[in-house]
């Protein structure tokens, strides 16, 4: 009973990371390229800017289905201990555009970007599944699951 009072006081009850969790770090994080469901993206190198952490991102939807902006984006990008809300831009030659939809089969190059605060950023990149929203019938993409998470700093 002790060895088991002693694992936990030492972190050995720490949750494993899921079977088939891709780990990446910032270095090489540049290029990397994660498949998942529905889509591939490519992780270019994260930067900070005007307090904000910013990730390129290069998405291919690989389903039928559309991302609708910022609400399937947030459930597909999520900045452990982030205590702010992300937001998800395209570069255009004057200025920054908010992204509403990523049409499938089209590759499409978007900046996430969360509040800048200290200590280590891990973005987490996760998998989802379209199906009926239990909630009002609707289809959606649902079921975040971490499928690959990158040490951005």
Not at 86 to 103: H, K, M, N, Q, Y
Not at 115 to 125: C, F, Q, R, T
């Amino acid at each position: 009973m002790g060895v088991v009072g002693l694992l936990g006081l030492s972190g050995g009850f720490e949750a494993a990371e899921p079977a088939g969790m891709t780990k990446l770090s910032a270095v090489s994080a540049s290029g990397q390229t994660v498949e998942t469901t529905p889509y591939t993206v490519v992780v270019g190198q994260s930067r900070v800017v005007d307090g904000r952490i910013e990730v390129p991102l290069s998405i291919t939807l690989n389903s039928s289905h559309p991302f609708r902006g910022s609400w399937d984006l947030s459930r597909a990008f999520q900045l452990k201990d982030s205590a702010g809300h992300p937001v998800f831009t395209r570069e255009t030659d004057i200025f920054p555009v908010t992204v509403l939809t990523i049409s499938p089969g089209v590759q499409t190059d978007i900046i996430a970007s969360w509040p800048d605060s200290p200590g280590a950023k891990v973005l987490e990149i996760n998998s989802l599944t379209w199906r009926k929203s239990s909630l009002d019938g609707s289809m959606q993409w649902l079921d975040a699951t971490p499928v690959a998470k990158v040490q951005l700093r």
